[in-house]
C-alpha cells in the first residue's frame, strides 16, 4: 500500500466536474518504464499525438491557453498581463517554486505536481488573509516534453485553480539542464492593511494549527517504501491518506477571514512546525511553548508514531503540511474557534507564546525535547534529509 498508481484530486475538488483525466487514459507500471520516460508515464491511447515531443514553446503555450480566462491575461498572447486590484485592497503576492527531486518524485503524476506547485503558493496566500486571484507560471525543462505529460500538467493546473478561485495570467516556458522546475507567483487580495504577518505575535498569545500534522512527510515516506504500511498497521484508507496529503496539499482558504478577524499574526507552515514557528517568535521577539502530546494528528499519523516514536520527528519537523500557524490573543481565543468551526477548518490549541525568546517543545513525558534538527533548510550544509528532501 504505497503511494504509486493513484493520483487525482480528492472528491470534493473535482466531483462536478465530469470524467476526470484518470478516467481516459492508461496508466503504465513504473517497472516496465525505463528511467528517462518516468516522467511521461500517463499515455491517451485516444490521441494520436500522445507520445509527440512538443519542441516548440507555442505548442506549449497552447495548452495553457485556456487557462488564462481573465481579460488582463491576453489569452498569453502578450508579453505582460494587467491585473487591476479592487478598490480598497492590498495585493498580497507569493512565490514558491517546486522542483524535481526536492519537493516531487521523478515518477510524480503530472497533473499532481500541477496541483501541488499552485497548492503551495495558495497556502501562503491563505495564512495571510488573502483571498487568490491569478498566478503567474514559469515552467523549466530538462528536455522539450511529450504532448501526453502537458496535457495531464494542465489538466491537474485547471483542477487547482478552480479549486482554489483563481486564473492563469501569463508567465514563461524555458528548456535548460538539471530537474525540471514549476516556479509559481500567486496574487491575491486583502481589505486594504488587513494582511495577517508572522512578526506581529505578542508574549501570551495562544498558539493554534489547523488540520493534522505530519501526514504529508509520513506519506512521502511511503512513497519511497511502500512496507512501511504494513509495519505502521495501516488500512488501505489510511495508507491512502497519507499519499494525498503529499501529492496534493490543500490550503486552507476557508480560514482566510477568521485570521484577518482575530489573529495577530500567522504563517503557512511549510518547512516544518519547529522551525516555522522559530521564524515567528524571532520576527515577533518573544518565545513559545509547546506541548508534544497536544499536536494534532490524523489515525495514520498516530499508527505510524506508535509503531515508531521517531516519527514525532517527521510530524515537528519534515515540513510539507501547508497547514496555517496562528497566535491568537486569549480574549479572542473562544470567538476564534467558533469561526474556525463555522468554516469548516479543524483547529487545534499546541501552546502558547512565552516573553522569553526562544522555542521550548515538551515531550510526551514532559520533558523539553533536543530536538538537533528543527525544519527543512535549502542551505544548510550537505542537506538535512535524503531525496527527495522534502514532499
Same mark, same amino acid.
Given at each position: 500500500?504505497?503511494?504509486?498508481?493513484?493520483?487525482?484530486?480528492?472528491?470534493?475538488?473535482?466531483?462536478?466536474?465530469?470524467?476526470?483525466?484518470?478516467?481516459?487514459?492508461?496508466?503504465?507500471?513504473?517497472?516496465?518504464?525505463?528511467?528517462?520516460?518516468?516522467?511521461?508515464?500517463?499515455?491517451?491511447?485516444?490521441?494520436?499525438?500522445?507520445?509527440?515531443?512538443?519542441?516548440?514553446?507555442?505548442?506549449?503555450?497552447?495548452?495553457?491557453?485556456?487557462?488564462?480566462?481573465?481579460?488582463?491575461?491576453?489569452?498569453?498572447? @502578450?508579453?505582460?498581463?494587467?491585473?487591476?486590484?479592487?478598490?480598497?485592497?492590498?495585493?498580497?503576492?507569493?512565490?514558491?517554486?517546486?522542483?524535481?527531486?526536492?519537493?516531487?518524485?521523478?515518477?510524480?503524476?503530472?497533473?499532481?505536481?500541477?496541483?501541488?506547485?499552485?497548492?503551495?503558493?495558495?497556502?501562503?496566500?491563505?495564512?495571510?488573509?488573502?483571498?487568490?486571484?491569478?498566478?503567474?507560471?514559469?515552467?523549466?525543462?530538462?528536455?522539450?516534453?511529450?504532448?501526453?505529460?502537458?496535457?495531464?500538467?494542465?489538466?491537474?493546473?485547471?483542477?487547482?485553480?478552480?479549486?482554489?478561485?483563481?486564473?492563469?495570467?501569463?508567465?514563461?516556458?524555458?528548456?535548460?539542464?538539471?530537474?525540471?522546475?514549476?516556479?509559481?507567483?500567486?496574487?491575491?487580495?486583502?481589505?486594504?492593511?488587513?494582511?495577517?504577518?508572522?512578526?506581529?505575535?505578542?508574549?501570551?498569545?495562544?498558539?493554534?494549527?489547523?488540520?493534522?500534522?505530519?501526514?504529508?512527510?509520513?506519506?512521502?515516506?511511503?512513497?519511497? @517504501?511502500?512496507?512501511? /504500511?504494513?509495519?505502521?498497521?495501516?488500512?488501505?484508507?489510511?495508507?491512502?491518506?497519507?499519499?494525498?496529503?503529499?501529492?496534493?496539499?490543500?490550503?486552507?482558504?476557508?480560514?482566510?477571514?477568521?485570521?484577518?478577524?482575530?489573529?495577530?499574526?500567522?504563517?503557512?507552515?511549510?518547512?516544518?512546525?519547529?522551525?516555522?514557528?522559530?521564524?515567528?517568535?524571532?520576527?515577533?521577539?518573544?518565545?513559545?511553548?509547546?506541548?508534544?502530546?497536544?499536536?494534532?494528528?490524523?489515525?495514520?499519523?498516530?499508527?505510524?508514531?506508535?509503531?515508531?516514536?521517531?516519527?514525532?520527528?517527521?510530524?515537528? /519537523?519534515?515540513?510539507?503540511?501547508?497547514?496555517?500557524?496562528?497566535?491568537?490573543?486569549?480574549?479572542?481565543?473562544?470567538?476564534?474557534?467558533?469561526?474556525? /468551526?463555522?468554516?469548516?477548518?479543524?483547529?487545534?490549541?499546541?501552546?502558547?507564546?512565552?516573553?522569553?525568546?526562544?522555542?521550548?517543545?515538551?515531550?510526551?513525558?514532559?520533558?523539553?525535547?533536543?530536538?538537533?534538527?528543527?525544519?527543512? @533548510?535549502?542551505?544548510?550544509?550537505?542537506?538535512?534529509?535524503?531525496?527527495?528532501?522534502?514532499?
Amino acid at each position: 500500500m504505497g503511494c504509486g498508481g493513484e493520483h487525482g484530486a480528492s472528491g470534493s475538488a473535482s466531483a462536478a466536474r465530469g470524467p476526470s483525466l484518470a478516467a481516459l487514459v492508461q496508466i503504465v507500471p513504473v517497472a516496465l518504464l525505463s528511467g528517462a520516460e518516468r516522467s511521461h508515464r500517463i499515455l491517451m491511447p485516444n490521441h494520436p499525438n500522445a507520445a509527440e515531443v512538443l519542441a516548440d514553446e507555442e505548442a506549449i503555450v497552447r495548452f495553457l491557453e485556456p487557462l488564462a480566462t481573465a481579460a488582463g491575461a491576453f489569452a498569453l498572447k @502578450d508579453d505582460c498581463a494587467i491585473l487591476r486590484p479592487r478598490a480598497g485592497t492590498d495585493l498580497v503576492l507569493k512565490t514558491d517554486p517546486i522542483a524535481e527531486g526536492v519537493h516531487f518524485l521523478p515518477e510524480a503524476e503530472p497533473a499532481d505536481i500541477a496541483w501541488k506547485a499552485l497548492a503551495v503558493n495558495v497556502s501562503d496566500l491563505a495564512a495571510k488573509g488573502a483571498t487568490p486571484s491569478a498566478y503567474l507560471l514559469a515552467l523549466s525543462f530538462p528536455a522539450a516534453p511529450r504532448r501526453s505529460w502537458v496535457a495531464a500538467f494542465v489538466e491537474g493546473l485547471r483542477e487547482a485553480q478552480e479549486a482554489f478561485g483563481c486564473h492563469l495570467l501569463g508567465g514563461d516556458t524555458d528548456r535548460r539542464p538539471g530537474p525540471m522546475t514549476v516556479a509559481i507567483t500567486a496574487i491575491g487580495s486583502v481589505p486594504r492593511g488587513r494582511m495577517v504577518r508572522r512578526g506581529t505575535a505578542r508574549a501570551g498569545d495562544s498558539l493554534f494549527v489547523s488540520g493534522t500534522l505530519g501526514d504529508a512527510a509520513l506519506g512521502l515516506q511511503l512513497a519511497k @517504501d511502500a512496507t512501511r /504500511a504494513a509495519a505502521w498497521g495501516l488500512s488501505q484508507q489510511m495508507a491512502r491518506h497519507l499519499c494525498q496529503r503529499f501529492r496534493r496539499p490543500q490550503p486552507r482558504l476557508a480560514l482566510a477571514g477568521t485570521l484577518r478577524a482575530h489573529a495577530s499574526a500567522a504563517m503557512d507552515l511549510s518547512d516544518g512546525l519547529a522551525k516555522d514557528l522559530g521564524r515567528m517568535c524571532k520576527a515577533s521577539g518573544c518565545g513559545a511553548l509547546v506541548n508534544l502530546a497536544d499536536l494534532p494528528l490524523s489515525p495514520a499519523a498516530r499508527n505510524a508514531v506508535a509503531a515508531e516514536t521517531d516519527q514525532y520527528l517527521s510530524v515537528l /519537523a519534515a515540513g510539507d503540511d501547508y497547514e496555517i500557524l496562528a497566535s491568537i490573543p486569549p480574549a479572542r481565543e473562544a470567538l476564534f474557534q467558533q469561526a474556525a /468551526a463555522a468554516a469548516g477548518v479543524a483547529v487545534a490549541r499546541i501552546g502558547h507564546t512565552t516573553a522569553t525568546g526562544g522555542v521550548e517543545i515538551k515531550g510526551i513525558d514532559a520533558k523539553a525535547l533536543d530536538l538537533t534538527r528543527t525544519g527543512w @533548510d535549502h542551505f544548510a550544509a550537505g542537506g538535512e534529509t535524503t531525496g527527495p528532501q522534502r514532499g
